[in-house]
């Protein structure tokens, strides 16, 4: 038992676990629908409409949702285009953002407030759609993967973060190096990457996800289906749901319940398996963006 508990008075021991249940109740009302969907992707699919949205162990334990996906004729296609959006968009991303966050963060570069003003103009005025649109298709890169990761290059609000991390590293560490004869490159891949390795991790976390749930770009861009990324898949599966009507082998309402839980379980899976290895950076990564700058 927690030692400020038995030290407190009465009133604040009741206070503390009431404060303890609360924070319980909010767990679990957080995490069932996670763990709803879950137990459901595993459950027969007819006993999941049985059971009218309360469902808190497997019904008929049955992966008959899951071989349903896997067979889907465009599901590991859009999984590896996924990956390969994946891989692309981060290495354009990161290189981009983390130039761009340097640049800015240098104290000797002329200008630097006005274009960050101009950056930051862009984050609540855009060109639009329809112009985005015909810029991307005058270079020639609608239909091809170039159209998932290059116009999104650089997310104004990562810049942001990470410009404020390189500012804060100390003006006489960065001295010492220059004085020892470090170039400008090394003062940044050697002393200032480093020290600001929380907020890259950060950064690296956030264009992930962003990239991993992306359908809408898809979308606007991408007419052949075999480059389609698996979130478009998903959303496909979600409307057809929805509206009541069949793709191929999700020929059943009923198992189309079922499939639609164990897309979201399956197209999940691998950011919660990256999540932990990056969370213990998170917190200071983003204290670091909202302290400074």
Same mark, same amino acid.
């Given at each position: 038992?927690?030692?400020?508990?038995?030290?407190?008075?009465?009133?604040?021991?009741?206070?503390?676990?009431?404060?303890?249940?609360?924070?319980?109740? &909010?767990? $679990?009302?957080?995490?069932?629908?996670?763990?709803?969907? +879950?137990?459901?992707?595993?459950?027969?699919?007819?006993?999941?409409?049985?059971?009218?949205? $309360?469902?808190?162990?497997?019904?008929?334990?049955?992966?008959?949702?899951?071989?349903?996906?896997?067979?889907?004729?465009?599901?590991?296609?859009?999984?590896?285009?996924?990956?390969?959006?994946?891989?692309?968009?981060?290495?354009?991303?990161?290189?981009?953002?983390?130039?761009?966050?340097?640049? $800015?963060?240098?104290?000797?570069?002329?200008?630097?407030?006005?274009?960050?003003?101009?950056?930051?103009?862009?984050?609540? +005025?855009?060109?639009?759609?329809?112009?985005?649109?015909?810029?991307?298709?005058?270079?020639?890169?609608?239909?091809?993967?170039?159209?998932?990761?290059?116009?999104?290059?650089?997310?104004?609000?990562?810049?942001?973060?990470?410009?404020?991390? +390189?500012?804060?590293?100390?003006?006489?560490?960065?001295?010492?190096?220059?004085?020892?004869?470090?170039?400008?490159?090394?003062?940044?891949?050697?002393?200032?990457?480093?020290?600001?390795?929380?907020?890259?991790?950060?950064?690296?976390?956030?264009?992930?996800?962003?990239?991993?749930?992306?359908?809408?770009?898809?979308? &606007?861009?991408?007419?052949?289906?075999?480059?389609?990324?698996?979130?478009?898949?998903?959303?496909?599966?979600?409307?057809?749901?929805?509206?009541?009507?069949?793709?191929?082998?999700?020929?059943?309402?009923?198992?189309?319940?079922?499939?639609?839980?164990?897309?979201?379980?399956?197209?999940?899976?691998?950011?919660?398996?990256?999540?932990?290895?990056?969370?213990?950076?998170?917190?200071?990564?983003?204290?670091?963006?909202?302290?400074?700058?």
């Amino acid at each position: 038992m927690n030692v400020s508990i038995l030290k407190a008075s009465p009133g604040e021991k009741i206070i503390q676990i009431l404060n303890i249940l609360l924070m319980l109740f &909010v767990v $679990l009302v957080t995490l069932y629908p996670f763990w709803y969907i +879950f137990v459901a992707s595993f459950s027969d699919p007819y006993e999941v409409i049985r059971a009218g949205g $309360l469902m808190i162990w497997f019904r008929g334990f049955d992966l008959y949702a899951y071989k349903e996906v896997f067979a889907h004729r465009l599901f590991w296609t859009s999984y590896r285009n996924t990956g390969i959006y994946l891989a692309g968009g981060l290495v354009v991303n990161m290189f981009m953002t983390t130039l761009g966050a340097y640049a $800015l963060s240098r104290k000797n570069i002329r200008g630097r407030l006005l274009i960050m003003k101009v950056i930051v103009f862009t984050m609540f +005025f855009s060109g639009g759609m329809i112009p985005t649109y015909l810029v991307v298709n005058n270079l020639r890169m609608t239909d091809t993967m170039w159209s998932q990761f290059v116009p999104y290059a650089i997310n104004t609000y990562n810049l942001i973060i990470l410009r404020t991390a +390189f500012s804060a590293v100390p003006d006489a560490i960065e001295e010492a190096a220059t004085i020892d004869g470090a170039s400008p490159a090394q003062v940044m891949l050697r002393i200032v990457l480093p020290l600001a390795l929380p907020s890259i991790m950060v950064i690296g976390l956030y264009y992930t996800e962003e990239i991993w749930n992306s359908y809408f770009r898809a979308l &606007v861009y991408i007419r052949s289906s075999s480059r389609y990324p698996l979130q478009l898949i998903l959303q496909q599966v979600l409307l057809s749901n929805v509206k009541g009507q069949s793709d191929q082998s999700f020929v059943n309402t009923n198992i189309g319940q079922t499939v639609k839980y164990a897309t979201i379980i399956i197209s999940t899976l691998p950011v919660l398996m990256v999540y932990p290895f990056i969370q213990r950076f998170f917190v200071q990564g983003v204290m670091i963006g909202s302290i400074k700058g």
